[in-house]
C-alpha cells in the first residue's frame, strides 16, 4: 500500500473503533501501521485514578511489540462527542519517546489547523532529540 492509502486505512479504522466503543459522549481510538502491513488498534484505560490512565495508542503500540512487529505510523483520533468532528491529537512527548524505539522514520499523525489529516517523521518533532548525543549503533534497539 502507498503512504496515502495507509493513512486512510488507519484513520477508517480509528473512526469504526470510535463509533463502535464509544456509541455516545467522548471516544478516542489509536491504529498503529506495521512494516509488515499490520493494523493494531487499542483505546484508553479509563480510570478514575488520572496517574492510572495511559495514552490512547499506547495498547497499539504494546501490540506491536507483542508480535515484534515494527512501527511504521501511529494515530491517536478523538472526538468531543457523537456530534462533533474528529481531530487528530499529535503524540505526547512520552508516545513519541515510545515510538522512537522504532527510529526517528516512524511517520506520526499531527495536529492541524485545518483539521487535515497530516503525518510527519518523528525526526520533524523532535529536531533536538536527546539520542542526538550518542552514536546510532548504541540506541537502535529494533533490527530489521
Known amino acids: 500500500m502507498r503512504e496515502p492509502e495507509i493513512e486512510q486505512e488507519m484513520y477508517r479504522r480509528a ?13 478516542g481510538a489509536g491504529v498503529v501501521h ?15 485514578n488520572a496517574a ?3 495514552c490512547i495508542e499506547t495498547g497499539a503500540m504494546l501490540e506491536a511489540h507483542k508480535y515484534g ?15 462533533s468532528p474528529f481531530q487528530v ?3 505526547c512527548g512520552i508516545c513519541q519517546e515510545r515510538l522512537r524505539y522504532w ?3 516512524v511517520q506520526a499523525a ?5 483539521g487535515s489529516l497530516k503525518f510527519v517523521p518523528l525526526k520533524v518533532l ?19
Open 15 to 27: 473512526v469504526e473503533l470510535i463509533e463502535a466503543r464509544y456509541p455516545s459522549g467522548w471516544g
Open 34 to 48: 506495521t512494516a509488515q502491513g499490520h493494523y493494531f488498534t487499542s483505546v484508553s484505560f479509563d480510570n478514575a
Open 52 to 54: 492510572a490512565v495511559l
Open 69 to 83: 512487529e515494527k512501527v511504521t505510523h501511529c494515530l491517536c483520533l478523538v472526538r468531543e462527542d457523537e456530534h
Open 89 to 91: 491529537l499529535s503524540p
Open 103 to 105: 527510529g526517528e522514520g
Open 110 to 114: 499531527v495536529t492541524t489547523d485545518d
Open 126 to 144: 523532535q529536531p533536538f532529540h536527546w539520542t542526538r548525543a550518542y552514536p546510532a549503533e548504541e540506541l537502535d534497539h529494533y533490527k530489521e
